[in-house]
């Protein structure tokens, strides 16, 4: 089958096509979307009969050895009157203790896919089901470029990184702590932490989880950005939670838990389990404590208001047995997420699992071998929320400007990936070969010239060239290149509009609030 359209409408369609790109690298607009609709199948690791002893493992750690819970009363009160059996362990702790099946029964209320509301309503994002969200790291203390090297991050480098978030389309959601600005005291730093990802992005985001009247502040700007009636009635904020691994859930992560849920926001459940420290060596061990852990946090939302969005996680880690330093991007924690999403699947929940993850110490090589060993287990394991997708190394005490504009490229990639291969009468190509027929190259052929600008995915970085062009043009490394990219994106970088009377309603908030406090720096 040919292209019927006439040349010349051809030409002018190439023509029209070019107005909306430039000659750089990287632009791949057909495979820019507000989320991913992943078109292939994710990757069932385990049979039936290995799942259910997972299953049945996290039922047991969950009955016989139970969950510690600290410092809230109002959660205790919530598993204990949902049929919980809950035993005083100390002041203010409780061990808690559920019968096989009593979790998964309250987690039937949690949405098996929600939309995450961002300002601009084209970046709305789905979690769940067939959708894929990618966002940027979160939490590292440190910064470093290949400039001034490895520091504390202040809120200049975190206004900067929600920026290059921003500026790619690889990315969906501008994420939340991507460095902690210790420029800013820690009790009023989530202000300005809030307030940066509303100014400089228009996608959606997460809040602040450090105490609860954080997570309340975090919601009520939101009030102020989106209006208070739509907060009540669709998500647009996140908290991420941690448990205390192993088994104990803390009162600040609790009480946070319930304030998301409360107001019907989303929350993320993740145990950060590190191998022979916090968890089981064996894989299969640390995935049914994972499991184990965060259905436990995850009923406190439902419990709290059944149906605000939920989202299982598992942050699994390995260890090096030689010196005792968590390792990332290792072949066993790939695994692991792999039947995270199986289980997952089971739950009807959505997940967040892995990342780009590295424990270099330098954009380099061992950076991105570690990250897509990590990353494609996500991707492959189904998960529907993957935090970590830009910036993580130094195992995740530092974000890199330079690794972040790699990792931002090989997410471009992965869209073209997660498309699949579509067959029909127009892919299949025999028209090509038809045209000129047997030993003629098929440059000019009209598949050829329908299909150039869309058939393979073009990186923003790499460089394909001859070994005597690249020397010629000065022999620039990987690195190198996402040094200068990183640095022309923040130059040219344009903050997307906001209307001024939010603007300054948020900006009064924020300094009403400041000033009701002293300045704690610890």
């Known amino acids: 089958m040919t292209d ?3 040349a010349r409408s051809r030409r ?5 096509d070019k107005s909306t790109r430039s000659a750089e690298p990287g632009q791949n607009l057909h495979l820019r979307v507000p989320y991913i609709t992943r078109k292939i199948p994710a990757y069932d690791l385990l049979g039936e009969e290995a799942l259910e002893k997972i299953e049945a493992t996290a039922d047991r750690i969950l009955a016989e050895i139970g969950i510690e819970l600290r410092d809230d009363e109002e959660s205790m009160k919530l598993y204990k009157k949902a049929g919980a059996q809950v035993s005083d362990v100390r002041a203010n702790t409780w061990n808690v203790r559920f019968e096989p099946g009593m979790l998964r029964e309250i987690l039937k209320t949690a949405p098996a896919r929600f939309t995450q509301h961002a300002r601009n309503p084209a970046n709305n994002v789905d979690i769940g089901g067939d959708a894929m969200v990618f966002a940027p790291a979160y939490g590292s203390p440190f910064v470093m470029d290949m400039d001034n090297g490895r520091r504390y991050g202040t809120i200049q480098d975190f206004q900067n990184l929600i920026k290059l978030g921003q500026s790619s389309p690889w990315l969906h959601h501008s994420g939340g702590t991507i460095c902690e600005p210790t420029d800013i005291p820690v009790n009023k730093r989530h202000l300005d932490m809030v307030y940066s990802h509303m100014r400089y992005s228009d996608r959606a985001f997460l809040g602040s989880i450090t105490a609860p009247e954080r997570a309340a502040d975090s919601i009520e700007m939101c009030r102020i950005l989106f209006g208070a009636d739509f907060v009540d009635q669709n998500c647009v904020i996140m908290g991420n939670f941690n ?15 319930r304030t998301y849920a409360a107001a019907g926001q989303g929350s993320i459940h993740l145990p950060f389990l590190l191998g022979g420290a ?4 064996t894989m299969a061990g640390a995935v049914a404590q994972c499991l184990a852990e965060s259905m436990a946090s995850c009923a406190i939302a439902q419990l709290t208001r059944p149906g605000a969005p939920t989202i299982l996680a598992g942050f699994l880690s390995s260890m090096s047995l030689r010196s005792g330093s968590p390792t990332f991007g290792t072949p066993e924690p790939a695994l692991g997420s792999l039947v995270m999403g199986q289980l997952a699947r089971r739950l009807n929940m959505p997940l967040r699992c892995a990342g780009n993850f590295s424990t270099s110490k330098a954009p380099d090589g061992q950076a991105m071998q570690q990250a897509m060993m990590s990353m494609m287990s996500a991707v492959q394991g189904g998960a529907n929320y993957i935090l970590h997708s830009a910036g993580f190394v130094d195992g995740l005490l530092s974000m ?13 990639a992965l869209h073209s990936y997660l498309a699949g291969i579509e067959v029909n009468e127009d892919t299949l190509g025999f028209d090509a070969l038809a045209q000129n027929g047997p030993g003629e190259h098929m440059f000019g052929t009209d598949h050829t010239l329908r299909h150039y600008e869309t058939a393979y995915w073009d990186s923003g970085l790499n460089d394909d060239q001859t070994h005597e062009t690249w020397f010629e043009q000065g022999s620039a490394d990987y690195a190198t290149r996402a040094n200068k990219r990183w640095k022309d994106i923040l130059n040219t970088y344009e903050a997307p509009a906001m209307d001024d009377a939010t603007d300054e309603a948020l900006r009064e908030f924020i300094d009403r609030k400041k000033a009701s406090m002293p300045d704690a720096w610890y």
Do not use: H, N, W
């Open 4 to 6: 019927q359209t006439p």
């Open 12 to 16: 002018a369609r190439r023509s029209s």
């Open 243 to 257: 448990t205390t691994s192993p088994l104990v859930i803390d009162g600040v992560t609790a009480s946070g838990i």
């Open 278 to 281: 916090v968890s089981p060596l």
């Open 400 to 412: 890199s400007y330079e690794k972040f504009v790699m990792d931002t490229d090989m997410c471009g």
